[in-house]
Nanobody
Framework: QVQLVESGGGLVQAGGSLRLSCAAS????????MGWYRQAPGKQRELVAH???????NYADSVKGRFTISRDNAKNTVYLQMNSLKPEDTAVYYC???????????WGQGTQVTVSS
């Protein structure tokens, strides 16, 4: 039973930066693919960034070049470094874990990111 604990959200001015963290419980973290998604009011949830167990990454076009996803397997944690933030980045950000051993998907509770202009 995996639990994901997110932190790092908050209020920031346009052009600023935030770093989101997602710490996962359970064993075998290094085998799990991880991702960050976001959902703005009135819009569907969308993929922001994804990282595989091998470290391969991909990003939504809207954040490419500004956001970086990374993982620290020793800490069972995935990060999302967000730079050059725009008001359009305002959303609830969710951490997702794809568990290799069970093929189950786990979601974090979401953390609010608000970018003011």
């Amino acid at each position: 039973q995996v639990q994901l604990v997110e932190s790092g959200g908050g209020l920031v001015q346009a052009g600023g930066s935030l770093r989101l963290s997602c710490a996962a419980s359970g064993s075998g973290f290094s085998f799990n693919a991880m991702g960050w998604y976001r959902q703005a009011p009135g819009k569907q949830r969308e993929l922001v960034a994804h990282i595989t167990s091998r470290g391969s990454t991909n990003y939504a076009d809207s954040v490419k070049g500004r956001f970086t996803i990374s993982r620290d397997n020793a800490k069972n944690t995935v990060y999302l470094q967000m730079n050059s933030l725009k008001p359009e980045d305002t959303a609830v950000y969710y951490c997702k874990l794809d568990q290799f051993s069970t093929w189950r998907v786990y979601w974090g509770q979401g953390t609010q990111v608000t970018v003011s202009s």
